[in-house]
């Protein structure tokens, strides 16, 4: 996968298929998750939300935003690879 796909995707991870390997990747970067793991099936995309108090390096940081699963469909991330 090239960085800069990689960098957008995870700002914006609404087009993703939210498997466990994006819940694992979320959750070691101190991200709050909505969802339990096991609902992470690679099925759905996901929101990821940005508090007001999030840091202004929220590009690099995650720790402190909040990821849900959304009602749609995601994109295979294995594609960009």
Same mark, same amino acid.
């Given at each position: 996968m090239i960085r800069p796909t990689l960098a957008q995707m995870l700002r914006n991870p609404v087009y993703m298929q939210a498997d466990l390997d994006v819940y694992e990747f979320f959750k070691s970067q101190g991200t709050m998750i909505v969802n339990d793991a096991a609902d992470f099936t690679g099925m759905n995309g996901c929101y990821l939300y940005q508090g007001r108090d999030v840091k202004p390096d929220k590009l690099h940081? !995650?720790?402190?935003?909040?990821?849900? !699963?959304?009602p749609h469909e995601g994109m295979s991330h294995r594609k960009y690879g």
């Amino acid at each position: 996968m090239i960085r800069p796909t990689l960098a957008q995707m995870l700002r914006n991870p609404v087009y993703m298929q939210a498997d466990l390997d994006v819940y694992e990747f979320f959750k070691s970067q101190g991200t709050m998750i909505v969802n339990d793991a096991a609902d992470f099936t690679g099925m759905n995309g996901c929101y990821l939300y940005q508090g007001r108090d999030v840091k202004p390096d929220k590009l690099h940081n !995650l720790k402190d935003q909040m990821l849900v !699963l959304a009602p749609h469909e995601g994109m295979s991330h294995r594609k960009y690879g």
